[in-house]
C-alpha cells in the first residue's frame, strides 16, 4: 500500500489542469504587453479584463474595485498600509487579531514602529473574537478592522457579518484577509459591508504568485507599488497576465457549487477525525467544529512529537502541516495554538490536516492505516 495523499490544501494547492490550459497560450503565443496598443496587446489587455470581472463577481464586488498584486501577502500589505498612510490625519488607530497571518501581524507591527496604535484583540479557546471586546475597542481615531475570515491554522471562521454591521456603524473601515475563505465559503462582499478584501490564487488551485486587493471605491488609498499606470495605477508593473487568466479561471471553478464540495470535503474530514478518534493514543481536536471551514482538521495527538509524525506521514507519501507553512521552519510554538490557550507541549504535539475537494474516502483510510502502523515507533 504505497500512496500520494496530500492534505496540507492551506499550505498551497494543486494547480489544475484546467486552469493550466487557460494559462498556456498567455506564456507562449499571446505574449504581448497588456499596455501595448495592437492587437497582440490588446489580446492580453482583454485577457485581464475578463480575469477582473471573474474575481470581481466571484466576491459580488465590481470589476473596477479589483487590483492584482502578486499573491495574499502583497494584497494584506497593500490594502493595510495603503489604508493607514492615506488616512492617517483621521487617526492612526487599527484593531486586528492576535491570531492574523504573519502577512498581518508583520505589516500592523511595522506600522506600529511607523507611530500607529495597534489593538490585537483576543481569541476565545475556539479561535473567535469576542464582538463586544471589539465594539469597545473602537475609538475616535480608529481608521481600520482587519480581522481574518478563515483562520489558516485552526479554520475558525470569524464573525464576520457582525464585525461589517459594527464596523459601518461607525464608520471604520473594515478589510478582510479572505484567503482561506475565497473558494471554501460563498462572499458576498458588499452585504458583509467588507470594504477590503485579501485573496491568494494558489489557495484555490490557481497559480502561485498572483492574487487580488478588492479595495470598495469610497476609500482613500496609498500605492504600495509605485510606476506605471498598470492596474489604474494603484499597482504598477508589467501585469502577470498568464497568471491572473489562471486566477480568473481558477476562481471561477472554485466558488461553482460552493455548498456541494462544502459538503462533500466536510463529510471526509469528519470521517478522519472519527477513525482518528479509534486509534490507541488520546486526539483531540484544537478549536471546536462549529464555525469551523470544511476542509480543516487541526488535532493533537498525546505525547507524540509532530516533527516525528510529520516525518514519518512524509516517508509514506502524505503531506500535512504542523503550524502554518510559513512558520513551520520555527521551533516557537505557533502563535494561533498559544492564543487559544495550548501549551507548547499540545502545540509540539498537534498537526493540520487540511483536505480539498480532490481528496477521498481511500486517503483517509491510508493515512490511518500509517498512523497506526507507526503508532509504537511515534510514542517512544
Ligand atoms: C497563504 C495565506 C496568505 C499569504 O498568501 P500568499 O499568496 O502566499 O502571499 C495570507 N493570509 C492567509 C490567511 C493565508 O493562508
Known sequence: MEKFVYVDNSATTKLTKEVLNEMMPYLNEYYGNASSNYLLGIKSREAIQKARNKVANAICVSADEIYFTAGGSEADNMIIKGIAMANK????????TSIEHLAVLNTCMYLEKEGFDITYLKVDKNGRIDISELENSIREDTI????????????????IEEIGKIAKKHNVYFHTDAVQAVGNITIDAKKLN???LSMSAHKFHGPKGVGAAYISENIVFSNLINGGHQECGRRAGTENVAGIVGMGKAIEIATKNIEEK???IRMIRDYLYKKLLKLDCRVSVNGNFENRVAGNLNVC???IDNNNMLLILDMNGICVS???ACNSNVAVPSHVLTAIGCDTKRASSSIRF???????????EYIVYVIEKNLDILKK
Open 194 to 196: 467588507i470594504d477590503a
Open 322 to 324: 504542523i503550524g502554518s
Open 144 to 159: 481600520l478592522i482587519s480581522v481574518m475570515f478563515v483562520n489558516n491554522e485552526i479554520g475558525t471562521i470569524e464573525p
Open 262 to 264: 462544502e459538503n462533500k
Open 89 to 96: 490625519d483621521r487617526g492612526k488607530h487599527i484593531i486586528t
Open 354 to 364: 487540511s483536505l480539498g475537494d480532490q481528496n477521498t474516502l481511500d486517503d483517509v
Open 301 to 303: 495527538f498525546d505525547g
